[in-house]
């Protein structure tokens, strides 16, 4: 989930499981979504993006689910590898491409 | 693929000193974004820019200013650093239209002292 005050939240998977991340987004106007993930000392790198007339879309291993009704945003990770570990967050556009919000993110630590 | 980079990867400036933040993108897109990272924070849009010499303020201009002189490159500068611009600043690019993604670079870890 996405993190109040200064410490990310995380998430232990063990390696092999499947990971789900969840987001809780702010506006109920926005319209595209996208998944980063962020690697120790890296740049945010692009995951997968969904629009809002899509409920569901699949990746390489990994599926974002999105639920309007609730303003929810999910990502799941199958099969979790070590190369997974990393800060993911979600982001929002609401409208026009300047407007990014993005949320705190949550840390994924894979145990072997 | 889209590269973006940022010139330096950690920088460490004393307090008051002019910071010069260098960003170039390679896929000719019209729009630069200069972040910062901070933790539990998420990203905070600073500045960015939709065309040459053009810029708009983000949500937390203060004490930073830009230049946007080639298309390619995007400057963020801190004219007088302070202790509370310690920080990664992420910048980022992104072509004009709707339903893309951001490209960000690795990132410059500024400490200020």
């Known amino acids: 989930g996405e993190s109040v005050g200064l410490h990310l939240p995380t998430l232990s998977v063990q390696e092999g499981d499947n990971s789900i991340i969840n987001c809780a987004y702010s506006?109920?106007?926005?319209?595209?979504f996208i998944w980063y993930k962020q690697e120790s000392g890296k740049g945010p790198q692009f995951i997968i993006d969904i629009r809002s007339n899509m409920d569901k879309r699949q990746g390489q291993r990994v599926t974002v689910l999105l639920n309007k009704t609730v303003k929810h945003l999910s990502l799941q990770i199958a099969a979790t590898q070590p190369g997974d570990s990393a800060v993911y967050f979600c982001?929002?556009?609401?409208?026009?491409?300047?407007?990014?919000?993005f949320g705190a993110g949550t840390q994924v630590v894979v145990t072997p | 693929d889209v590269k973006v980079t940022q010139s330096s990867r950690y920088l460490v400036k004393r307090t008051g000193e002019k910071v010069f933040l260098e960003c170039v993108q390679d896929m000719d897109h019209e729009n630069m974004f200069w972040y910062r990272q901070d933790p539990g924070l998420g990203l905070r849009l600073i500045y960015f820019s939709y065309d040459v010499k053009m810029k708009e303020k983000g949500d937390i201009p203060e004490g930073y200013s830009v230049s946007r002189e080639k298309k390619e490159r995007f400057s963020l500068i801190l004219e007088s650093a302070s202790t509370n611009q310690t920080s990664m600043y992420l910048c980022?690019?992104?072509?004009?239209?709707?339903?893309?993604?951001?490209?960000f670079g690795n990132g410059t870890r500024l400490t200020v002292t």
């Open positions: 980022a690019s992104i072509m004009t239209g709707r339903d893309s993604p951001l490209h």
């Open positions: 506006n109920s106007a926005s319209d595209y």
């Open positions: 982001a929002e556009i609401m409208g026009s491409w300047g407007k990014f919000q």
